[in-house]
């Protein structure tokens, strides 16, 4: 991932957007291949899902970056959610922001090329204790998700918050999200 410059300005733009706005993430080059992956079998005997794989060429730390936000989001909202008289409608985003960007059909919507820092990544992306970082690209991984931790736990640090505003104050930064403009 990115540096906490990097880390700072995504999440500023993302955060301070208004609604009507959309923000330009830059351009990501994916290589289309043939390959499949499946995700085993989720309903019924025999089905599963296919995959199609495709290989990130340039975007990687911004999606890394993006993916670990919305890790931390998706923790945020778990804990709001049951303050609030909507848990339920809270639980449908968090399950949707991980099958959008994170987890789907139990396959993982991003996989980094180098398999010992992918499965980094996942126990980061799973919520799985993680070991010592052992190189400095796992390091980053941490201290990104430590820095998007640590700005939405400013949204909830005053005692007087009201937990509902705060998830829909998230609520809103999915919705931004979602919009994001690629190329």
């Given at each position: ?6 880390w700072d300005d995504?999440?500023t733009?993302?955060y301070?957007?208004?609604?009507d706005?959309q923000?330009y993430f830059?351009t990501i080059?994916?290589q289309?291949?043939?390959q499949?992956?499946?995700g085993g079998?989720?309903?019924g ?11 990130l060429?340039d975007?990687?730390k ?6 670990l936000?919305?890790r ?7 804990k709001?959610a049951?303050?609030t008289?909507?848990e339920?409608e809270i639980s449908d985003?968090?399950e949707?922001?991980?099958e959008?960007l994170l987890l ?5 919507q ?6 010992e ?6 126990w ?7 070991h010592?970082p052992?190189?400095p690209?796992?390091?980053k991984?941490i201290?990104?998700?430590k ?11 005053s005692?007087?918050?009201?937990p509902l505003d705060?998830?829909s104050q998230l609520k809103?930064?999915?919705e931004?999200?979602?919009k994001?403009?690629?190329?």
């Amino acid at each position: 991932p990115w540096t906490e410059p990097e880390w700072d300005d995504l999440w500023t733009d993302l955060y301070t957007l208004p609604p009507d706005k959309q923000h330009y993430f830059g351009t990501i080059i994916i290589q289309k291949t043939e390959q499949t992956e499946s995700g085993g079998s989720t309903e019924g005997y025999a089905y599963s899902t296919d995959k199609p794989i495709n290989l990130l060429i340039d975007g990687q730390k911004r999606l890394t970056s993006l993916a670990l936000l919305l890790r931390s989001m998706t923790e945020q909202l778990e804990k709001l959610a049951p303050e609030t008289d909507h848990e339920e409608e809270i639980s449908d985003d968090v399950e949707e922001m991980r099958e959008t960007l994170l987890l789907e059909d139990n396959i993982y919507q991003l996989q980094l090329l180098d398999e010992e820092d992918n499965k980094y990544l996942e126990w980061l992306l799973t919520g799985h204790d993680v070991h010592d970082p052992e190189r400095p690209s796992q390091q980053k991984m941490i201290e990104a998700k430590k820095f998007f931790d640590e700005q939405l736990a400013e949204l909830t640090a005053s005692p007087d918050v009201n937990p509902l505003d705060v998830a829909s104050q998230l609520k809103q930064l999915w919705e931004t999200i979602k919009k994001l403009e690629l190329m």
